[in-house]
C-alpha cells in the first residue's frame, strides 16, 4: 500500500522560509517521479516542481530561483525549500507520485 505524508506547512511572513517534506512508503522515490503541487482557494491544483529518478528536476515559472526541490533517498523523502515566499503562495501543498498517488496536504499561509 503506497503512502505519501506531507509536514511541514505553516504561517510565515512575506519573505520567509519553509521547507515541506514528502515522506513515502510502499514505494521507492529513488525510481519514480515525485512532484509537488498546491491548490489555492477557489483555484485549480497546480504544478510546483518535479524530481526525476536521475536527480533532474524541473519547476513552475512562478517558483523558480525561489523553491528547491530535493530528495534524500535513505530517508525516502522529498523536500520542498521554498524562499522568500510571497502571499501568493498560500495554497495547500500536495506530494505526488507516478501520477496516480497523492498526500493529505499541507497547509502554508503567507501572511503579515
Known amino acids: 500500500q503506497v503512502q505519501l505524508v506531507e509536514s511541514g506547512g505553516g504561517l510565515v511572513q512575506p519573505g520567509g522560509s519553509l521547507r515541506l517534506s514528502c515522506a513515502g512508503s510502499g514505494i521507492i522515490f529513488s525510481q519514480e517521479v515525485v512532484g509537488w503541487y498546491r491548490q489555492a482557494p477557489g483555484k485549480s491544483r497546480e504544478f510546483v516542481a518535479v524530481i526525476v529518478p536521475s536527480g533532474g528536476t524541473n519547476y513552475a515559472d512562478s517558483v523558480r530561483g525561489r523553491f528547491t526541490i530535493s530528495r534524500d533517498n535513505a530517508k525516502n523523502t522529498v523536500y520542498l525549500q521554498m524562499n522568500t515566499l510571497k502571499p501568493e503562495d498560500t495554497a495547500v501543498y500536495y506530494c505526488?507520485?507516478?501520477?496516480?498517488?497523492w498526500g493529505q496536504g499541507t497547509q502554508v499561509t503567507v501572511s503579515s
Open positions: 505526488n507520485s507516478k501520477g496516480a498517488y
